[in-house]
């Protein structure tokens, strides 16, 4: 199976922040990748498939890029709402696995 | 307005067995593949099983298959996952999740509240 790992696995930082979290496959997957933020309690959110297509609704300060196996997460201006745990999830194929997340905290 | 609502969770013993419902409104069910994913408790996510929008596309997580059957039923638009063989290892909070499309090759963008399935002696 393809694995995914993201790092770091959590990080603080402040409010205003450009802030990136990285996901790496351990094969290529095209673009068939997708972010999830889940807040404390929550259910997870989709943000972006595609790489880099957003979700309707998510705010224009979350972006994703990347291709093949290297993939990234920005948020560009962290907001304090943005305190959650973010998943990457690859989906080419079965089984479609999730990274192990990133917690990410306000400083 | 979509709605999945998750039912049949539950305390189960080591080797018992439990079939969780996922009710859906809110769209044309026949229409999007779906998705269970569980999350122990304090961990991060762990997918289990997804089936095609027309339900004749099935796959499972290694860890579950042979004891996991997941299936769909258009008339009553509600998902199941029919679990047994229970293992501690298998207590988790299950999601259903539906996706963008009919093909499984899409991620979820709609997760229920999930239901909580404890195994334990």
């Known amino acids: 199976d393809i694995q995914m790992t993201q790092s770091p696995s959590s990080l603080s930082a402040s409010v205003g922040d450009r802030v990136t979290i990285t996901c790496r496959a351990s094969q290529a997957v095209s673009d068939y990748l997708a972010w999830y933020q889940q807040k404390p309690g929550k259910i997870p959110k989709l943000l972006i498939y595609g790489a880099s297509t957003l979700q309707s609704g998510v705010p224009s300060r979350f972006s994703g890029s990347g291709s093949g196996t290297d993939f990234t997460l920005t948020i560009s201006s962290l907001q304090p709402e943005d305190v959650a745990t973010y998943y990457c999830?690859?989906?080419?194929?079965?089984?479609?696995?999730f990274g192990q997340g990133t917690k990410l905290e306000i400083k | 307005e979509v709605q999945l609502v998750e039912s049949g969770g539950g305390l189960v013993q080591p080797g018992g067995s439990l079939r969780l419902s996922c009710a859906a409104s809110?769209?044309?069910?026949?229409?999007?593949?779906m998705t269970w994913v569980r999350q122990a408790p304090g961990k991060g996510l762990d997918w289990v099983s997804v089936i095609s929008g027309g339900g004749g596309i099935t796959y499972y997580a290694d860890s579950v298959k042979g004891r996991f059957t997941i299936s769909r039923d258009k008339s009553k638009n509600t998902l199941y996952l029919q679990m047994s063989s229970l293992r501690v290892e298998d207590t988790a909070l299950y999601y259903c999740?539906?996706?963008?499309?009919?093909?499984?090759?899409?991620?979820?963008?709609?997760w229920g509240q999930g239901t909580l399935v404890t195994v334990s002696s």
């Open positions: 809110g769209f044309t069910f026949s229409n999007y593949a």
């Open positions: 999830q690859r989906y080419n194929s079965a089984p479609p696995t």
């Open positions: 999740g539906k996706h963008l499309g009919a093909d499984i090759i899409l991620p979820a963008d709609f």
